[in-house]
């Protein structure tokens, strides 16, 4: 009969310890870390002997002028530019589920091992009377942790075209178009001399020996060859705009050979789009799924949901890749020299849905903790329930540790070794500390105040015409460094994941919309109004702090823009931003530049007060700052263009006062 009564407990305990939720615990918001080497993402389409590729590469070169070269076993059919937020549409949206964060279920089963530990052994301890006293004590302090842990409300919590032609070279034919930012050429040529001579006279490196081997192999085989050519400044890494090039071919292939020149490990990313699961050597499978399209009418925008997993993609761009029923398939690895020695031939193959599973080390010792957990107290269940205590009641408390509790022990231990063992550990990399929905509920709720701070400061009373407010709107946000919440770029006006676009009418605006990680639009009509009080505060300390004599290091210049508390302080940095827009006040300046420097020195690591220290800079003098704070030398160059500024704006003042005079 006790044994019954207990069990039951024990049943509800555990339902009930399961179904516990308040809607405060928060998973961090984590993805596979990408190797810190050169990279390539790319989007490749194949469709009834038709393939459409969309190819991105992250630069680590060195000097101004880029380009690539790709060789195709056809001419291409089409060149076209593509938006860069469509590749990073599928990196978001398309891949792994990685385990990082089990605190909540390590915290659960916890609170289930300890109370079902100490009720067995009350069970089996029930003709000890000295056993019983110890295990109750064991109960109650394991109460007493409880309550201690319900007082702590942050436990568990936040952790705080023109086209040209060559007529001149007789063994080369090439094409020239402007697809965007890029002059792409299209070369047909007779042997690898001649493409290495046009590529010298066009600023290209030229090709080494092994190249024009590789180069002749591709001109046998009737192959032609595409070149892009693209800018960058200050010798920083810089990830172009993707363009699409379509072309025939009977099968599916993606070119490696020349990247393989390198002689670097190269991390590719390759998304396939096709009727099935596509598979090639040297790369791994870490999701591949069937996907259903729908339309919502609500927006007029198409809707390709995964069959077996809850992946979403909203795009009207996608529209141009994707069909109902298509497969999408990611494939990626690190790959090494050796492995580029030949061109990727993809194969297709009818497979059902998949998706990998990784861990992080943090992840795969929670999980497995779990594992041996679970095992341990369901074990303490099923010997309660099989003790027979008049057989054992003789017995001394060694021989029941030694037949019962260190067996099982033992068990338990191995069922989470084995658990640990089995995982695909990789390192991850937390890009917020608050769940996406968490973030996108404090970003979405802040900037529909900051819209209406600017609606109501900048826009209104003014006759704007609506390209002049969406130019005001595209300006400030350039001048204000604000971060993309899913995008390693400035917030804009557009519709990536993370960015934003509005309606409005006679100078004001009426409707937002944010777009969510996976594409879907989220529109506000009606604004949070910030309290006026509060605001008038905020700009009333900003000019305080800003403007008051302060010797170098000055701790509460700095402590005012340590920006690491959170999503909630954004609120009273929105009214300052407008307001040194809008007044342009020149006497700010110094003390921010001292600031600026203190961090840059001292903390580099500080990402967010250095761009809401740049942000308060690019608002006062209309100077657009860098996105990337954390380079020394776009940062200084920065510095020097806001003090020229400064010493300008004193110029003009004292020449003012003199004409007046």
């Not at 172009?240 to 490990?265: C, K, V, W």
């Amino acid at each position: 009969m006790i044994k019954q009564v207990v069990l039951s407990l024990l049943v509800f305990l555990s339902i009930s310890t399961f179904t516990y939720g308040d809607g405060k615990f928060y998973a961090d918001y984590t993805v596979k870390k990408t190797p810190n080497i050169p990279t390539q993402r790319a989007i490749l389409k194949y469709l009834y002997g038709k393939e459409t590729l969309i190819i991105e590469s992250k630069l680590d070169g060195q000097g101004e002028n880029f380009g690539w070269v790709i060789p195709l076993p056809a001419k291409p059919d089409k060149l076209d530019i593509v938006q860069p937020g469509l590749i990073e549409l599928f990196s978001l949206n398309i891949g792994p589920k990685v385990h990082h964060d089990f605190d909540e279920k390590l915290l659960r089963t916890f609170f289930l091992v300890i109370p079902i530990t100490c009720l067995c052994l009350t069970i089996l301890f029930l003709k000890h009377r000295k056993r019983l006293r110890l295990v109750l004590l064991l109960f109650i302090g394991f109460l007493t942790f409880i309550f201690a842990s319900l007082a702590m409300p942050t436990l568990g919590l936040y952790t705080t075209a023109g086209i040209s032609n060559d007529p001149t070279n007789n063994s080369l034919s090439v094409t020239t178009q402007t697809i965007g930012n890029y002059d792409v050429s299209i070369l047909e040529a007779s042997d690898s001399q001649a493409l290495d001579q046009w590529l010298k006279e066009n600023h290209f490196q030229g090709l080494t020996d092994k190249e024009k081997i590789i180069i002749d192999d591709y001109i046998n085989k009737g192959w032609c060859f595409v070149t892009s050519k693209l800018h960058r400044h200050d010798d920083q890494p810089a990830t172009p705009h993707p363009i699409a090039i379509e072309f025939q071919s009977d099968t599916a292939i993606y070119p490696m050979r020349l990247t393989g020149m390198t002689n670097a490990p190269v991390y590719l990313e390759l998304y396939v789009i096709a009727m099935d699961q596509a598979s090639t050597p040297h790369l791994t499978i870490e999701f591949s799924d069937n996907f259903t399209e729908s339309i919502e009418s609500q927006f007029n925008m198409n809707r390709y949901s995964s069959n077996a997993f809850s992946e979403k993609l909203y795009r009207s761009d996608s529209q141009q890749l994707l069909w109902d029923g298509c497969r999408i398939t990611k494939l990626c690895n690190t790959v090494s020299p050796e492995n580029m020695a030949h061109d990727y031939i993809i194969d297709f193959n009818k497979k059902p849905g998949y998706q990998k599973h990784y861990y992080s080390s943090q992840g795969a010792l929670q999980s497995s903790s779990i594992i041996g957990l679970t095992t341990w107290w369901v074990g303490m269940i099923v010997i309660s329930l099989l003790y027979n205590n008049e057989k054992h009641k003789d017995k001394d408390f060694k021989y029941f540790r030694n037949i019962f509790l260190l067996p099982l022990f033992l068990i338990s231990l191995a069922f989470g070794s084995a658990a640990l063992v089995s995982y695909d550990i990789v390192d991850v990399e937390v890009k917020s500390k608050y769940h996406p929905r968490y973030v996108s509920m404090l970003d979405f709720r802040n900037k529909r105040i900051l819209f209406d701070e600017i609606s109501s400061s900048i826009a209104n009373y003014q006759d704007m015409t609506d390209i002049e407010l969406k130019n005001l709107y595209d300006h400030f946000f350039k001048m204000a460094n604000f971060e993309n919440p899913y995008l390693p770029t400035k917030l804009e006006r557009n519709s990536l994941p993370g960015n934003f676009d509005f309606t409005y009418d006679d100078g004001k605006i009426t409707s937002i919309c944010f777009y969510s990680q996976n594409g879907y639009p989220k529109y506000y009509s009606s604004f949070a109004i910030q309290d006026n009080t509060r605001r008038k505060n905020a700009i009333k300390d900003a000019y305080t702090f800003l403007t008051s004599e302060a010797k170098p290091g000055n701790q509460g210049l700095i402590d005012y823009f340590n920006a690491e508390p959170g999503y909630f302080s954004e609120l009273d940095r929105y009214p300052v931003l407008v307001d040194f827009y809008i007044n342009q006040p020149k006497e700010i300046i110094p003390n921010t530049l001292q600031v600026l420097k203190y961090y840059l020195k001292n903390k580099p690591d500080k990402v967010k007060s250095l761009r809401y220290i740049t942000s308060v800079l690019g608002c006062t003098t209309h100077i657009e700052p860098p996105f990337n704070v954390r380079s020394q030398t776009l940062m200084n160059q920065y510095i020097q263009q806001i003090e020229q500024w400064h010493q300008q704006k004193i110029e003009n003042d004292s020449a003012a006062i003199t004409n007046t005079q």
